[in-house]
């Protein structure tokens, strides 16, 4: 490998121009090739970022200079590019969730197993400051209850776009709120079983509910729920990736770079050092030092199966096992 790890991308939409703008800044990293189907995308990427633009991931991954590849695709087009990379041995980020069925997700994951590859999954969060503060926090207490929320306007878009089309995105529990579910697992442990209820009461120009409450009981025996909507008001994020843990006569509020402990009436701001994903796994690739990862592809694919679980639940009525999706 030289001195900088040579990056491609395969999809340009998406949250593939923030990484791209973040690598841009690594002294450690070179965006070489990006791909897109769609040509003028993919040449725009190109000259942003002195790259050479592809349309044809089959064609970008012959290049020999590759030490890795980033995959920011829509939910329904992931498993054939993943299987590629694979094929072609490089270490890969992929946006999250990993897949819109668990078939495609673990035909990936045996993939990477039985190659040995560096894996990461775009489960920004987890590298936060905060979140690095409310894992130290809640080290060893134990937690009672948490409550996530997920509120925004995102479903209040364009009718037509994949997003909000159930057979492509999986709606809000899979597609976006995937986030607050990888976190609430990341910070109380794995998710032992899920009951939803959705309402579909102000979108109706689409197939996906635009409301759902979900109760979570956890394998250390605490309990959760969490709330979503995407047909808030669009202009207001706030209330997105919003977590309030219960433990040890405390309450812990998390909100993503945010974090907040409340005892004895008392509020206090708690910090710790945080590093953006994309410097993690620059250094990772470059070091080949796999332990530095905090969202491998086999533990995200667990995240998916909670969103699973969730949607399955609201089809059936009853509650559902995650160990059974």
């Known amino acids: 490998m030289s001195d900088q790890a040579q990056i491609g991308f395969i999809g340009c939409g998406g949250n ?67 299987m590629a990379v694979i094929e072609r041995g490089l270490p890969f980020l992929v946006e999250k969730p990993v897949a819109r069925t668990m078939q495609t997700a673990r035909r990936v994951e045996e993939a990477v197993r039985r190659r040995g590859l560096m894996t990461a999954v775009g489960y920004q969060l987890r590298y936060m400051g905060g979140t690095v503060a409310a894992r130290q926090e809640l080290a060893g207490k134990t937690v009672s209850l948490a409550v996530g929320k997920y509120w925004c306007g995102s479903g209040r878009g364009n009718p037509d776009h994949w ?27 794995e998710v032992k079983e899920v009951y939803t209820r959705r309402a579909a009461r102000q979108l109706s120009e689409i197939d996906c509910a635009d409301t759902h409450v979900v109760a979570l009981e956890f394998e250390s025996g605490a309990i959760g729920s969490l709330t979503t909507t995407w047909a808030y008001d669009p202009s207001d994020w706030s209330h997105a990736n919003v977590l309030d843990i219960a433990y040890d006569q405390s309450l812990l509020h998390w909100t993503g770079g945010k974090v907040a402990i409340t005892e004895k009436k008392e509020t206090r701001d708690v910090e710790a050092p945080g590093r953006g994903i994309d410097e993690v796994f620059v250094e990772a690739v470059r070091t080949k030092n796999p332990a530095l990862i905090k969202s491998p592809y086999s533990d995200a694919v667990k995240s998916l199966a909670v969103s699973l679980a969730m949607n399955e639940s609201a089809d059936e009525g009853r509650p559902v096992r995650v160990a059974t999706v």
């Open 16 to 82: 593939a121009s923030g990484h791209m703008r973040q690598l841009s800044k690594l002294p450690d990293a070179r965006l070489v090739a990006v791909c897109d189907i769609a040509e003028d995308r993919a040449k725009q990427a190109a000259e942003a970022h002195q790259a050479e633009a592809y349309t044809d991931y089959h064609k970008m991954l012959e290049r020999p200079d590759l030490d890795a590849v980033y995959l920011s695709l829509p939910v329904f087009a992931h498993g054939e590019p993943e």
């Open 163 to 189: 997003v909000r089309q159930m057979a492509l995105s999986g709606g809000q529990l899979l597609e976006q709120a995937t986030h607050t579910i990888d976190m609430m697992r990341y910070l109380l442990g």
